[in-house]
């Protein structure tokens, strides 16, 4: 089992930054695969970025490739989301997840096990 907690959202102008983290509970963090998922009004949740355990392997979402990046410190138990250049698109809430299993998809809501409560992130033009 794991809890997750982001912090960091809040409001930003159009082109402004933001960095996001997702604190893990219990002492194996380094075993889950992490990931940032976001869901907009109206809107399905869909995926922003994942790493694997080791932070050696990332993808990206389209839309948020060469703006956002994703990080991890296993020995702080954190997972982090850099956004730069940000855009009124992005408005979301942004959610933090892991799983503890080997899957070879990342991308989809039902390849993670734990999620947190949700962090918002407003970007106004």
């Known amino acids: 089992q794991v809890q997750l907690v982001e912090s960091g959202g809040g409001l930003v102008q159009a082109g402004g930054s933001l960095r996001l983290s997702c604190a893990a509970s219990?002492?194996?963090?380094?075993?889950?695969?992490m990931a940032w998922f976001r869901q907009a009004p109206g809107k399905e949740r869909e995926f922003v970025a994942s790493?694997?355990?080791?932070?050696?392997?990332?993808f990206y979402a389209d839309s948020v490739k060469g703006r956002f990046t994703i990080s991890r410190d296993n020995a702080k138990n954190t997972v982090y989301l850099q956004m730069n250049s940000l855009k009124p698109e992005d408005t979301a809430v942004y959610y933090c997840?892991?799983?503890?299993?080997?899957?070879?998809?990342?991308?989809?809501?039902?390849?993670?096990?734990?999620w947190g409560q949700g962090t918002q992130v407003t970007v106004s033009s």
């Open positions: 997840a892991a799983r503890d299993y080997y899957s070879g998809s990342y991308y989809q809501t039902s390849d993670y096990n734990y």
């Open positions: 790493m694997n355990r080791s932070g050696g392997s990332t």
């Open positions: 219990g002492r194996t963090f380094s075993r889950y695969t």
